[in-house]
C-alpha cells in the first residue's frame, strides 16, 4: 500500500440541513442539521479511508471555528497534522428545499493565510516521504498562486506523483508548471483554460495536448452527469457516470479523486483507477447532505461498470 499525503490548505465546516421552502424576508427553518469537515483534500483524505486506505492529512486550523473542525475530524482515525493560522476555518452552508429538490450551497472563500503561516505546512509537505500528493481545493486568499506548482517540484525530486483538483488561476499556474501525474478540472475549468467552449472533439484536443506536452501524465474530466473523460498515454477514453437516485452533488468530485488515488495506490491501472473515481462519484451523489460515497456503494457501482 502506498502512503498518501492529502494537503488541505483551505479547510471548511460544512454544515448541510433541509427546509420545506427557501426564500427571502421571512426565517427559513431548518432541520436534520448535520456538520462535518471538509473542504477538497479533507474530504479526499475521508474517501480514502472509507475504502481502506491510510491517508495522512497536513492542514491549515485556527480562530473562533478551528477547535470546532479539528473536534469534527478527530473521529476519523487516518493521521492528522494541523498548522495553525490566525483566521478562522470558513463555515460553508448548504440548504436542501424539500418542496422542489434544489440545493443552495453558500461556501465563503475563507481566511487570508500569510507566508508565516503557510511555510511551516510546505515544510512539512517537503520532509514528507510519500508516494502520492494530493492537494485539492481552492486555494486561500493570501497564497501565492505558483503554491500547488511549488509542491509539483517537491514531488518530482521526491519521485513521487502529484494528484491536482483545483481551478482559476492555480489550474492555470500548475498547467505552465507541469510535473503532475494526474489533474482533475471540470469541463469548465478546462474551457476557462482553453479560453472557448469545446465540444467533445475540442475536450478530447485539449486533452491530449497536455498529455503530448508533458503538462500531465493522466487527465481526467469531469462531465457532470455526462461522467467523465480519462486521457493518457493509452489515449482518451470517455465513461458515462452509473445511473443512480440524485440525493445530493455535494462532494461528488472530492469522492472522484478520493477513489482514484486509492485505487492507483493499491497499484491498479489507471483505466480502472478511474473507474472507481466513477463510481465513487456516483455513490456520493446518491448520499444526503454532506456525507460522502459509502464503501459497499463504491464497490457496487464499480462492479456495473466492469
Not at 4 to 33: F, W, Y
Not at 64 to 69: A, I, L, N, Q, V
Not at 225 to 242: E, F, R, T, W, Y
Not at 254 to 262: C, I, K, P, R, Y
Request: aromatic content about 8%; glycine content about 12%; proline content about 5%.
Amino acid at each position: 500500500m502506498s502512503c498518501i499525503l492529502c494537503i488541505g490548505l483551505n479547510p471548511s465546516i460544512d454544515i448541510s440541513c433541509t427546509a420545506q421552502t427557501v426564500g427571502p424576508i421571512h426565517k427559513v427553518r431548518t432541520r436534520n442539521e448535520k456538520y462535518d469537515p471538509g473542504g477538497g483534500a479533507v474530504n479526499v483524505a475521508r474517501v480514502i479511508d472509507v475504502l481502506g486506505g491510510e491517508p495522512v492529512l497536513a492542514y491549515l486550523s485556527g480562530g473562533t471555528t478551528g477547535p470546532m473542525f479539528e473536534t469534527l475530524l478527530k473521529k476519523y482515525g487516518f493521521s492528522q497534522h494541523c498548522f495553525e493560522m490566525r483566521g478562522s476555518v470558513r463555515v460553508a452552508y448548504m440548504v436542501r428545499e424539500e418542496n422542489t429538490g434544489l440545493e443552495y450551497r453558500f461556501v465563503p472563500e475563507g481566511p487570508e493565510i500569510g507566508p508565516d503561516e503557510l511555510e511551516p505546512l510546505m515544510k512539512f509537505v517537503k520532509n514528507f516521504d510519500g508516494d502520492y500528493f494530493v492537494a485539492s481545493g481552492s486555494l486561500p486568499r493570501g497564497v501565492p498562486s505558483d503554491s500547488y506548482a511549488r509542491i509539483a517540484d517537491v514531488t518530482q525530486q521526491k519521485g513521487a506523483r502529484f494528484i491536482l483538483d483545483t481551478s482559476g488561476e492555480a489550474l492555470h499556474e500548475a498547467f505552465a508548471h507541469g510535473g503532475i501525474y494526474l489533474a482533475k478540472p471540470s469541463k469548465h475549468e478546462l474551457e476557462i483554460y482553453a479560453g472557448h467552449k469545446l465540444d467533445e472533439a475540442g475536450l478530447s484536443d485539449v486533452a491530449t495536448a497536455l498529455i503530448a506536452n508533458g503538462v500531465v501524465e493522466n487527465l481526467v474530466v469531469s462531465l457532470g452527469s455526462d461522467g467523465a473523460l480519462l486521457a493518457h498515454a493509452d489515449g482518451v477514453v470517455q465513461l458515462p457516470s452509473p445511473a443512480v437516485k440524485a440525493c445530493s452533488a455535494v462532494g461528488a468530485g472530492d469522492s472522484f479523486v478520493g477513489a482514484m488515488t486509492w485505487g492507483l495506490s493499491q497499484g491498479r491501472p489507471v483505466a480502472e483507477a478511474f473507474r472507481f473515481g466513477l463510481a465513487a462519484g456516483a455513490a456520493a451523489v446518491m448520499t444526503p447532505g454532506t456525507d460522502l460515497c459509502h464503501h459497499d456503494d463504491v464497490h457496487m457501482l464499480f462492479g456495473k461498470l466492469e
